[in-house]
C-alpha cells in the first residue's frame, strides 16, 4: 500500500519518534494483509509493522477489546497465534479510505 510506504519513507527524512502511531501502524499492516489475503502472525505482524513486542501486544489488547482485531490459534503450531481484522474494521477503513483523497491518505 502507498501509505505505508509513504509512512515509512518520513522516517529517512526526519525523525522517527515524531511519526510515532503504533496502532495506526498495526491496522494499516492488517489492513494490507486483508486487501492481499494474507494471515499475519503476532510475530510477523511486529517485523512488519516495526512496532516493538511490548507495544504491539498493548496496542493488540486495545485493538481486540475495541472488536477491531481477532486472534486465532494455528491449528497446526499451538505456539503462533494469527490476528486479523474483524469485518466492523475492514468495512470502517473500506469507508474511511474511500472517503478520503488519494493524496490526504499520504500525509
Known amino acids: 500500500m502507498a501509505i505505508i510506504r509513504a509512512r515509512r519513507n518520513r522516517a529517512k527524512f526526519l525523525p522517527g519518534e515524531l511519526?510515532?502511531?503504533?496502532?495506526?501502524?498495526?491496522?494499516?499492516?492488517?489492513?494490507?494483509?486483508?486487501?492481499?489475503?494474507?494471515?499475519?502472525?503476532?510475530?510477523?505482524?511486529?517485523?512488519?509493522?516495526d512496532v516493538p513486542p511490548t507495544t504491539r501486544l498493548r496496542w493488540l489488547r486495545f485493538l481486540e477489546e475495541h472488536r477491531l482485531v481477532l486472534r486465532s490459534n494455528d491449528p497446526m503450531d499451538a505456539r503462533r497465534v494469527f490476528v486479523r481484522l474483524s469485518p466492523g474494521a475492514v468495512a470502517n477503513l473500506d469507508a474511511l479510505f474511500a472517503a478520503t483523497p488519494a493524496a490526504e491518505q499520504l500525509l
Request: net charge negative; glycine share 10%; no cysteine.
Open 19 to 49: 511519526f510515532a502511531e503504533p496502532g495506526w501502524d498495526i491496522l494499516l499492516e492488517l489492513y494490507a494483509a486483508e486487501l492481499g489475503q494474507r494471515r499475519m502472525s503476532i510475530t510477523s505482524l511486529g517485523h512488519e509493522a
